[in-house]
């Protein structure tokens, strides 16, 4: 499942302070290549379920906690471990360039 962030508060709950790396999906309604990107991030949520937490921010909706993670494009995929940012991702990208960056921080 992918949980839709709704403010600071939630970003702090759902990805700081996650016990499993969390993917934050920053985009917004308006952008073609993030809306593509949604199905991608539903099927790896799917396949990652429990070793992998998942969110989107919508960065109109949000944009402080945008603004803070220096999000100057979107779709950006902002991968968070122990409430840190470990990876970035900027633009649209294959399942399988997701899943290697998935699969290398979870053997890390």
């Given amino acids: 499942m992918v949980q839709a962030i709704t403010g600071e508060e939630n970003f702090q709950h759902a990805v700081l302070e996650s016990q499993v790396p969390v993917l934050v999906d920053f985009?917004?309604?308006w952008c073609a290549p993030c809306l593509a990107a949604a199905p991608i991030v539903e099927e790896l949520a799917r396949e990652?379920?429990?070793k992998v937490g998942f969110a989107k921010v919508n960065?109109?909706?949000?944009s402080s906690i945008a603004a803070k993670y220096?999000?100057?494009?979107?779709?950006t995929l902002l991968l968070?471990?122990?409430?840190?940012?470990?990876?970035?991702l900027?633009?649209?990208k294959s399942k399988k360039d997701l899943k290697k960056m998935l699969d290398?921080?979870?053997?890390?």
């Fill in 104 to 108: 290398a921080v979870l053997t890390e």
């Fill in 80 to 88: 968070f471990k122990k409430g840190e940012p470990a990876q970035q």
């Fill in 48 to 50: 990652f379920e429990g």
């Fill in 90 to 92: 900027v633009g649209l």
């Fill in 70 to 75: 220096g999000i100057a494009a979107i779709p």
């Fill in 59 to 62: 960065v109109e909706e949000n």
């Fill in 27 to 29: 985009w917004a309604q």
